[in-house]
Nanobody
């Protein structure tokens, strides 16, 4: 079992950047596929990016070229670098983990979730 804690959210102006961190404890991250999701008020949870345990990287189209997922297994931490932020990026951002090989883009595939961190982008 793994516990996940996100940090790095906050208020930023449009065009700005934030780096979210997801620190894991309990087990090494190297055996997990890790994903970032967000949920805005009144909207469904949205997949953003994933780093699979097999070493592949995935992004949803709306964040390609703006967001970058990376992991530091030595620090047991996954990051989401977010650049060129837009007001529509405002949401609660959460990281998630699962240890199976296979899909990484659906929230239902993940077993462990952090509590989320708020990102607010002002216009």
């Amino acid at each position: 079992q793994v516990q996940l804690v996100e940090s790095g959210g906050g208020l930023v102006q449009a065009g700005g950047s934030l780096r979210l961190s997801c620190a894991a404890s309990g087990r090494t991250l190297s055996v997990y596929s890790m994903g970032w999701f967000r949920q805005a008020p009144g909207k469904e949870r949205e997949f953003l990016a994933a780093s699979s345990r097999g070493g592949n990287i995935y992004y949803t189209d709306s964040v390609k070229g703006r967001f970058t997922i990376s992991r530091d297994n030595a620090k047991n931490t996954v990051y989401l670098q977010m650049n060129s932020l837009k007001p529509e990026d405002t949401a609660v951002y959460s990281c998630a983990a699962h240890s199976r090989f296979g899909g990484v883009t659906s929230a239902t595939q993940y077993d462990y979730w952090g509590q989320g961190t708020q990102v607010t982008v002002s216009s």
